[in-house]
């Protein structure tokens, strides 16, 4: 029997099956530009419209010391990021995805808008393992992010600066 949860959760069956069929678009449709920032513009635009659990989708910008925002979709978001603080600089600090259940919980969590409720950060390498920006998840459930969701959109954020 389905409960609220159902409607509200997707399960990492339904997401397994669907970032598969996002990825193969994406892959397509990322080759026709080589140009990041056009990448990641269609990124969010797919990712968005696709996963009905993502409240706001984007990626903030590593440049010098600061998180500028980039390509997003969703409300208005913080425009710069305070240096080693929060989701996003924590992945860019530990070069590797931030999975939080409930913001309230993170210390330091950077509020954007009030209903964001749980968030996924990963960072998104260029050729030479440098970061180069963060791509950034907020749900307005708590919990709505799994290890689906880290190993999909790491596979997805490879694509931004490949080459192939
Ligand atoms: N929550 C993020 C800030 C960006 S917004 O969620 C759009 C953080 O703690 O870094």
Not at 40 to 67: I, N, P, Q, R
Not at 135 to 159: G, K, N, Y
């Amino acid at each position: 029997m389905g409960d609220i949860m159902d409607v509200i959760k997707m399960d990492d069956k339904k997401k397994e099956g669907r970032y598969s069929r996002i990825y193969k678009q994406l892959k397509d449709l990322l080759l026709k530009t080589d140009d990041p920032l056009a990448r990641m513009a269609s990124v969010c635009a797919v990712l968005h419209h696709k996963m009905d659990y993502y409240f706001w989708t984007g990626f903030y910008l590593l440049k010098e010391d600061k998180l500028i925002v980039g390509p997003y979709q969703g409300p208005l978001a913080c425009q710069e990021l305070e240096k080693d603080k929060g989701v996003c600089w924590a992945a860019v600090n530990g070069r590797t995805p931030v999975l939080v259940a409930d913001v309230h919980a993170f210390p330091g969590h950077v509020s954007c808008d009030s209903r964001s409720l749980s968030e996924i950060t990963v960072p998104v390498f260029n050729g030479q393992g440098e970061v180069m920006a963060v791509f950034d998840v907020d749900s307005d459930h708590t919990d709505s992010f799994t290890s689906v969701d880290q190993r999909a959109l790491s596979e997805i954020m490879a694509l931004i600066f490949s080459t192939e």
